[in-house]
C-alpha cells in the first residue's frame, strides 16, 4: 500500500489524516481558510509536518462545489437546447413540494432565460434525426453569449443520450467560436432520459466548472510546488474517487465530497465489529449528516437535490443517501420574534467562530454551550493546542438568551443542546424509520468533531442500542478517503420491452460501457486486475413512471438472464410495494454499469489500534462538573490514549482526545474494543 495524505475540507476545520508506510498514522485539525482554502490544506500539511515528497497518494474532499451553487457565485452561464424547450429548466416539474406554503416560491434558475437559446435541430426519442442541427443559429448564439460575458455553455439536445451527434457538433462550433469557453455536453455527464433533471444537472456542471477547475488546478500546483509527486484523487459523490484531471471535466460529481467517505468508513467499522446495520452520523462545525448502512451495503440514490427538495437543483447521478441538517458546532443559537429558542441554520463557521474561539464571535452557539455545560475542558481543546473562553462563552449565553428567556445560563445552554439534539434526530429518522427500518435493528457511528458529544443523547431518543465512536472521530471521514476505491458511474437510456428484447443490442451497450469504464480506471492508473465491474438495470411494469435497479449477473444477456431479472424484479417490486403484478409487461429503461478499482491488493480498509495523542492521565482520571438533563453530577475524564482495549467506563464519563469528546451519560456503559473503538451501550 503507497504512503497516502488525505485532506477534508469542512465548515469549520480542514481535517488531515496521513498513513505512511510503515503503518503510522498522523493526523490534525486547522482552521478552514475561506479566503483561501488551497493555504487551509498546505497549513494541515505543514502542521502535521507531512513531507509531501515521500507520500504516493493525495486524496481530497472538499466542499467548494456544493456551497459555489448554495452560494450562487458560479460562473456565468449559457445554455444551448432544443427550439422550443428553452423553458424546460424553469418550469420543472411544474409540482409544489411545500403544498402548505403560502410564502413558497420556486427554485430560481441558474441561467436567466435571456442566456438560454433554443436551436433548431431534432432527435426522436430513438436517436434517429428528425431535423438537422442549424449551425448557423449554434454560432450566432455563441457569439452573442461570449459578447455578454458568459464564462461557461451547457449543452443539452433532446434525445441525446440516444445519439450525441447534435451536442458533440455545437461542442465543436463552441470550440471555433469561443475556445477559452468552459463547455458541459450533457452526453459526456450521462446518458439518460428525464429532459428537465438531465438539464439541471449538465447547468450545474457547467456553472461550477471554472470556479472548480481553478481550485482544483491551483491546489494541484500547490502540491507540486511542495515536491508531491503522486497521484491526486478527488472524493467523489458516489463514495469513490477520480482523479484531479476529471474532477476538472466533471466537478459536478464532487457535490457532496467531504461527507461521503465518512458513510463508507462507518460501513466497514461497522463490518469489522460484526455489525453489519449501521446508521453513521457525523456532526461537524456546520452541518450533522445522516446515513444508513443496511447489512454492510451504503445506500447510493441518482435523484438528489442540492440545497433541498423544496427549492434545490435536481442533480441525476449516484450520490450516497445524506440527510443533512444546519446543526453543527459553530450553530448560532438566537430567538425569534415571539421569543422561542432557535439554534442555527446559520453557523459562526470558523471565522469569527463560537465566542469562546475568542476570535470575534458575539453570537452563542452549540459549542459554547458544551462548553458551559463542562463538556468541554476550557483547556484541554484540540489538544491544548487552543484555549477557550469560558467566560466570553458564559457573558454571550447570558446576555444573549438566558437574561431574555429569565433562565440561568446553564438552564440556557442545556435548552441550545435539546434543541440542536431535537433537530439532528430527525435526519436518523428520515434515514431509517421514513425508510421503513426500525433504529433499534442498527447502531450509531459517531464521528466529526461533534458527533460523539451528541451522539448518546440520540440515541436514547431513537431507541438505538448502541453507539460506536471509532479512532479518529474528529477526522473520520478524511481517515475514509485514505483507502476509499477509484469509481465511476455510466448509464444508458434504453427503453424496451422485455418480452422480445434485442439481446445482441444490449450486450453491445454493456460492451461499450465496459471498454469506457476499463480506459478510464487504465488512464487514472488503476491496474485492469484491480478492477470490478457491476451491472445493473431500471426495470418497470408497462405504465409505470419510476423503475426500481435490478442487479444483473456475471455473463451475457441470454433468454436465461431475462427470466432471472423478471423474477427479481417481482420479489423487489413486493418487498417494496407490497404487491406484483407477473401478468404485467416489463419494461427496461436504463442500464447501468459502475466500474471500482484499486491501486494496489492491499487497499481495503482494515481497522486496528491507533497511539492516540493528547495528554497521558496515566490511566488515573481526572473529574469535572458537568451538567445533564438531570442535573449537575462529577465525571471521570479519561483520556483517549491511556484507555486500553476491554476496558469497561461507567457512565457519567468523559473521553477526551486531540480531535473530539466523547460523552458517557449517566446510566451508559462505555467498552473499550481491541480495534480501539469506544462501544456505548445505552440504557433503555
Same mark, same amino acid.
Given at each position: 500500500?503507497?504512503?497516502?495524505?488525505?485532506?477534508?475540507?469542512?465548515?469549520?476545520?480542514?481535517?488531515?489524516?496521513?498513513?505512511?508506510?510503515?503503518?503510522?498514522?498522523?493526523?490534525?485539525?486547522?482552521?478552514?481558510?475561506?479566503?483561501?482554502?488551497?493555504?487551509?490544506?498546505?497549513?494541515?500539511?505543514?502542521?502535521?509536518?507531512?513531507?509531501?515528497?515521500?507520500?504516493?497518494?493525495?486524496?481530497?474532499?472538499?466542499?467548494?462545489?456544493?456551497?459555489?451553487?448554495?452560494?450562487?457565485?458560479?460562473?456565468?452561464?449559457?445554455?444551448?437546447?432544443?427550439?422550443?424547450?428553452?423553458?424546460?429548466?424553469?418550469?420543472?416539474?411544474?409540482?409544489? /413540494?411545500?403544498?402548505?406554503?403560502?410564502?413558497?416560491?420556486?427554485?430560481?434558475?441558474?441561467?436567466?432565460?435571456?442566456?438560454?437559446?433554443?436551436?433548431?435541430?431534432?432527435?426522436?426519442?430513438?436517436?434517429?434525426?428528425?431535423?438537422?442541427?442549424?449551425?448557423?443559429?449554434?454560432?450566432?448564439?455563441?457569439?452573442?453569449?461570449?459578447?455578454?460575458?458568459?464564462?461557461?455553455?451547457?449543452?443539452?439536445?433532446?434525445?441525446?443520450?440516444?445519439?450525441?451527434?447534435?451536442?458533440?457538433?455545437?461542442?465543436?462550433?463552441?470550440?471555433?467560436?469561443?475556445?477559452?469557453?468552459?463547455?458541459?455536453?450533457?452526453?459526456?455527464?450521462?446518458?439518460?432520459?428525464?429532459?428537465?433533471?438531465?438539464?439541471?444537472?449538465?447547468?450545474?456542471?457547467?456553472?461550477?466548472?471554472?470556479?472548480?477547475?481553478?481550485?482544483?488546478?491551483?491546489?494541484?500546483?500547490?502540491?507540486?510546488?511542495?515536491?508531491?509527486?503522486?497521484?491526486?484523487?478527488?472524493?467523489?459523490?458516489?463514495?469513490?474517487?477520480?482523479?484531479?484531471?476529471?474532477?476538472?471535466?466533471?466537478?459536478?460529481?464532487?457535490?457532496?465530497?467531504?461527507?461521503?467517505?465518512?458513510?463508507?468508513?462507518?460501513?466497514? @467499522?461497522?463490518?469489522?465489529?460484526?455489525?453489519?446495520?449501521?446508521?453513521?452520523?457525523?456532526?461537524?462545525?456546520?452541518?450533522?449528516?445522516?446515513?444508513?448502512?443496511?447489512?454492510?451495503?451504503?445506500?447510493?440514490?441518482?435523484?438528489?437535490?442540492?440545497?433541498?427538495?423544496?427549492?434545490?437543483?435536481?442533480?441525476?447521478?449516484?450520490?450516497?443517501?445524506?440527510?443533512?441538517?444546519?446543526?453543527?458546532?459553530?450553530?448560532?443559537?438566537?430567538?425569534?420574534?415571539?421569543?422561542?429558542?432557535?439554534?442555527?441554520?446559520?453557523?459562526?463557521?470558523?471565522? /469569527?467562530?463560537?465566542?469562546?474561539?475568542?476570535?470575534?464571535?458575539?453570537?452563542?452557539?452549540?459549542?459554547?454551550?458544551?462548553?458551559?455545560?463542562?463538556?468541554?475542558?476550557?483547556?484541554?481543546?484540540?489538544?491544548?493546542?487552543?484555549? @477557550?473562553?469560558?467566560?466570553?462563552?458564559?457573558?454571550?449565553?447570558?446576555?444573549?438568551?438566558?437574561?431574555?428567556?429569565?433562565?440561568?445560563?446553564?438552564?440556557?445552554? @442545556?435548552?441550545?443542546?435539546?434543541?440542536?439534539?431535537?433537530?439532528?434526530?430527525?435526519?436518523?429518522?428520515?434515514?431509517?424509520?421514513?425508510?421503513?427500518?426500525?433504529?433499534?435493528?442498527?447502531?450509531?457511528?459517531?464521528?466529526?468533531?461533534?458527533?460523539?458529544?451528541?451522539?448518546?443523547?440520540?440515541?436514547?431518543?431513537?431507541?438505538? /442500542?448502541?453507539?460506536?465512536?471509532?479512532?479518529?472521530?474528529?477526522?473520520?471521514?478524511?481517515?475514509?478517503?485514505?483507502?476509499?476505491?477509484?469509481?465511476?458511474?455510466?448509464?444508458?437510456?434504453?427503453?424496451?420491452?422485455?418480452?422480445?428484447?434485442?439481446?445482441?443490442?444490449?450486450?453491445?451497450?454493456?460492451?461499450?460501457?465496459?471498454?469506457?469504464?476499463?480506459?478510464?480506471?487504465?488512464?487514472?492508473?488503476?491496474?485492469?486486475?484491480?478492477?470490478?465491474?457491476?451491472?445493473?438495470?431500471?426495470?418497470?411494469?408497462?405504465?409505470?413512471?419510476?423503475?426500481?435497479?435490478?442487479?444483473? /449477473?456475471?455473463?451475457?444477456?441470454?433468454?436465461?438472464?431475462?427470466?432471472?431479472?423478471?423474477?427479481?424484479?417481482?420479489?423487489?417490486?413486493?418487498?417494496?410495494?407490497?404487491?406484483?403484478?407477473?401478468?404485467?409487461?416489463?419494461?427496461?429503461?436504463?442500464?447501468?454499469?459502475?466500474?471500482?478499482?484499486?491501486?494496489?491488493?492491499?487497499?481495503?480498509?482494515?481497522?486496528?489500534?491507533?497511539?492516540?495523542?493528547?495528554?497521558?492521565?496515566?490511566?488515573?482520571?481526572?473529574?469535572?462538573?458537568?451538567?445533564?438533563?438531570?442535573?449537575?453530577?462529577?465525571?471521570?475524564?479519561?483520556?483517549?490514549?491511556?484507555?486500553?482495549?476491554?476496558?469497561?467506563?461507567?457512565?457519567?464519563?468523559?473521553?477526551?482526545?486531540?480531535?473530539?469528546?466523547?460523552?458517557?451519560?449517566?446510566?451508559?456503559?462505555?467498552?473499550?474494543?481491541?480495534?480501539?473503538?469506544?462501544?456505548?451501550?445505552?440504557?433503555?
Amino acid at each position: 500500500m503507497g504512503a497516502r495524505v488525505a485532506v477534508d475540507i469542512g465548515g469549520t476545520f480542514t481535517d488531515l489524516v496521513a498513513l505512511f508506510d510503515d503503518g503510522r498514522i498522523a493526523y490534525t485539525k486547522a482552521l478552514t481558510t475561506y479566503d483561501d482554502l488551497a493555504r487551509g490544506v498546505l497549513d494541515c500539511v505543514n502542521k502535521a509536518n507531512v513531507n509531501l515528497p515521500d507520500f504516493e497518494f493525495f486524496i481530497h474532499g472538499t466542499t467548494i462545489a456544493i456551497n459555489t451553487v448554495i452560494q450562487r457565485k458560479g460562473a456565468k452561464t449559457g445554455l444551448l437546447t432544443t427550439k422550443g424547450f428553452r423553458d424546460v429548466y424553469e418550469i420543472g416539474r411544474s409540482n409544489r /413540494p411545500d403544498a402548505y406554503n403560502l410564502a413558497y416560491q420556486r427554485p430560481v434558475p441558474l441561467i436567466p432565460r435571456e442566456l438560454r437559446y433554443g436551436i433548431t435541430g431534432r432527435l426522436a426519442s430513438t436517436g434517429k434525426v428528425r431535423e438537422q442541427l442549424d449551425e448557423n443559429e449554434v454560432r450566432t448564439a455563441v457569439r452573442e453569449l461570449k459578447a455578454v460575458g458568459v464564462k461557461s455553455i451547457a449543452v443539452v439536445f433532446l434525445h441525446c443520450y440516444a445519439n450525441p451527434e447534435h451536442e458533440e457538433r455545437a461542442g465543436q462550433i463552441i470550440a471555433e467560436e469561443y475556445p477559452e469557453c468552459f463547455v458541459s455536453l450533457s452526453h459526456n455527464i450521462l446518458r439518460e432520459f428525464r429532459e428537465y433533471e438531465r438539464t439541471s444537472t449538465t447547468v450545474l456542471n457547467a456553472y461550477i466548472a471554472p470556479i472548480v477547475s481553478d481550485y482544483v488546478i491551483g491546489l494541484d500546483k500547490a502540491l507540486r510546488d511542495a515536491a508531491f509527486p503522486g497521484n491526486f484523487m478527488i472524493m467523489q459523490s458516489n463514495g469513490g474517487t477520480m482523479s484531479a484531471s476529471t474532477a476538472r471535466d466533471l466537478p459536478v460529481a464532487m457535490m457532496e465530497s467531504g461527507p461521503v467517505a465518512g458513510v463508507i468508513g462507518s460501513g466497514s @467499522l461497522g463490518q469489522a465489529l460484526g455489525m453489519p446495520n449501521v446508521i453513521s452520523f457525523d456532526m461537524g462545525g456546520t452541518t450533522a449528516k445522516s446515513s444508513l448502512v443496511a447489512d454492510g451495503e451504503v445506500r447510493v440514490v441518482t435523484g438528489y437535490f442540492i440545497g433541498g427538495y423544496e427549492t434545490g437543483h435536481p442533480m441525476l447521478l449516484p450520490v450516497v443517501d445524506i440527510v443533512e441538517v444546519g446543526t453543527g458546532g459553530g450553530s448560532i443559537a438566537w430567538l425569534d420574534e415571539a421569543g422561542g429558542l432557535k439554534v442555527g441554520p446559520i453557523s459562526a463557521g470558523s471565522d /469569527p467562530g463560537p465566542v469562546c474561539y475568542n476570535n470575534g464571535g458575539t453570537s452563542p452557539t452549540v459549542t459554547d454551550a458544551n462548553l458551559i455545560l463542562g463538556r468541554l475542558d476550557p483547556k484541554n481543546f484540540l489538544g491544548g493546542e487552543m484555549t @477557550l473562553a469560558l467566560d466570553k462563552a458564559v457573558a454571550a449565553m447570558r446576555d444573549k438568551i438566558a437574561t431574555p428567556l429569565k433562565m440561568t445560563v446553564e438552564e440556557a445552554a @442545556l435548552g441550545v443542546i435539546k434543541i440542536a439534539d431535537a433537530k439532528m434526530s430527525l435526519t436518523v429518522r428520515e434515514v431509517s424509520v421514513a425508510k421503513g427500518h426500525d433504529p433499534r435493528d442498527f447502531a450509531l457511528v459517531a464521528s466529526g468533531g461533534a458527533g460523539p458529544l451528541h451522539a448518546a443523547s440520540i440515541a436514547r431518543e431513537l431507541s438505538i /442500542p448502541k453507539v460506536i465512536v471509532p479512532e479518529l472521530p474528529g477526522t473520520f471521514s478524511a481517515f475514509g478517503m485514505l483507502f476509499a476505491d477509484v469509481r465511476h458511474d455510466y448509464v444508458q437510456t434504453n427503453i424496451r420491452p422485455m418480452k422480445g428484447l434485442d439481446l445482441n443490442e444490449v450486450n453491445a451497450v454493456f460492451k461499450r460501457m465496459g471498454e469506457e469504464a476499463v480506459a478510464t480506471l487504465e488512464r487514472e492508473g488503476v491496474p485492469k486486475r484491480l478492477s470490478l465491474m457491476t451491472r445493473t438495470v431500471d426495470l418497470r411494469y408497462r405504465g409505470q413512471e419510476y423503475t426500481l435497479s435490478v442487479n444483473v /449477473p456475471a455473463g451475457e444477456f441470454d433468454a436465461a438472464m431475462l427470466v432471472k431479472l423478471r423474477a427479481s424484479f417481482e420479489e423487489l417490486h413486493y418487498a417494496r410495494y407490497q404487491h406484483a403484478a407477473p401478468e404485467e409487461e416489463v419494461e427496461i429503461v436504463n442500464l447501468r454499469m459502475s466500474s471500482a478499482g484499486r491501486f494496489s491488493e492491499q487497499d481495503a480498509m482494515s481497522f486496528k489500534r491507533i497511539t492516540q495523542g493528547g495528554v497521558s492521565d496515566g490511566g488515573k482520571p481526572r473529574t469535572r462538573r458537568v451538567v445533564f438533563e438531570d442535573g449537575a453530577v462529577e465525571c471521570q475524564v479519561f483520556q483517549r490514549g491511556s484507555v486500553a482495549p476491554g476496558q469497561i467506563i461507567e457512565g457519567p464519563a468523559v473521553i477526551e482526545e486531540l480531535v473530539s469528546t466523547t460523552i458517557v451519560p449517566p446510566g451508559d456503559r462505555a467498552t473499550i474494543h481491541e480495534c480501539g473503538a469506544i462501544i456505548i451501550d445505552i440504557r433503555s
